[in-house]
């Protein structure tokens, strides 16, 4: 699973891939803090992990789970902190200068329509978008802002684990200059692979996540722009680079 950035998240109006939790205001972000708090065991500094009597209990010192009983949920002050310092996150100074080969790539990138998910000036609509052979509840179309088109994706985590809600959030494209690699489970290690037409293709390599055991494996999903003539592939990905 790719780990995804946090550095923007307070614009984003859903949480996790797979939009599993909304995102209104700081108190969404602070449950969904609560919510993951169980990856704590990953958290380890100097010894110390900020659950209630890990830290000082041997047994876990492998990074080994503790029975529920053993785990204390922050508190609010300091969920609030978490939630605070999060917004807080500026990317990194941008080594890509705008050229003629950008312009032309932002005029390429109207002209596909991309702005339709990836809307300026966040680069993303902030909606959901559902995956292959999800049937959307009437429901939803009520109570959640859903993007109708199904671009391809691998179902697997959206439709076949404990954080599947049938749908992906359309992620930002800002900052995708370091943000590699992509596609949820990080299958594609730059946006050069991403555009590559082969990749589609049941024996393409994965230049990222592979799999155990795997060698080669289609990563679908997305085919918009893995088609365009090379030079205006080229200048697409000169002005992503530069977002």
Same mark, same amino acid.
């Given at each position: 699973m790719q780990i995804p950035d946090l550095i923007g998240v307070r614009e984003r109006r859903y949480l996790d891939h797979t939009g599993l939790m909304r995102h209104r205001d700081i108190g969404d972000m602070m449950r969904y803090a609560a919510l993951n708090q169980g990856a704590d065991m990953l958290s380890e500094f100097a010894g110390y992990r900020p659950t209630a009597g890990i830290a000082a209990d041997a047994r876990f010192k492998d990074d080994l789970l503790p029975p529920p009983e053993m785990l204390e949920r922050y508190s609010d002050v300091q969920l609030f902190a978490i939630a605070k310092y999060v917004y807080s996150l500026a990317p990194p100074p941008n080594p890509n200068p705008v050229t003629d080969l950008s312009r032309r790539g932002e005029a390429i990138f109207a002209r596909e329509g991309c702005g339709r998910c990836h809307t300026p000036p966040l680069y993303t609509s902030n909606k959901l978008t559902p995956a292959q052979g999800f049937e959307i509840p009437e429901e939803h179309l009520r109570n959640y802002d859903i993007e109708r +088109?199904?671009?391809?994706?691998?179902?697997? *985590?959206?439709?076949?684990?404990? !954080? $599947? +809600?049938?749908?992906?959030?359309?992620?930002? *494209?800002?900052?995708?200059?370091? !943000? $590699?690699?992509?596609?949820?489970?990080?299958?594609?290690?730059?946006?050069?692979?991403?555009?590559?037409?082969r990749r589609l293709r049941n024996d393409y390599v994965p230049t990222g996540y592979k799999g155990y055991g795997v060698t080669h494996r289609a990563v679908p999903g997305h085919p918009f722009g893995i088609n365009l003539p090379p030079g205006d592939k080229a200048a697409l990905i000169a002005f992503l680079k530069t977002l």
């Open positions: +088109t199904v671009v391809g994706t691998d179902t697997a *985590l959206t439709m076949r684990t404990r !954080r $599947g +809600t049938g749908y992906y959030k359309i992620p930002s *494209l800002r900052g995708v200059w370091y !943000r $590699g690699p992509f596609e949820h489970s990080g299958s594609v290690a730059t946006l050069e692979d991403w555009f590559d037409p």
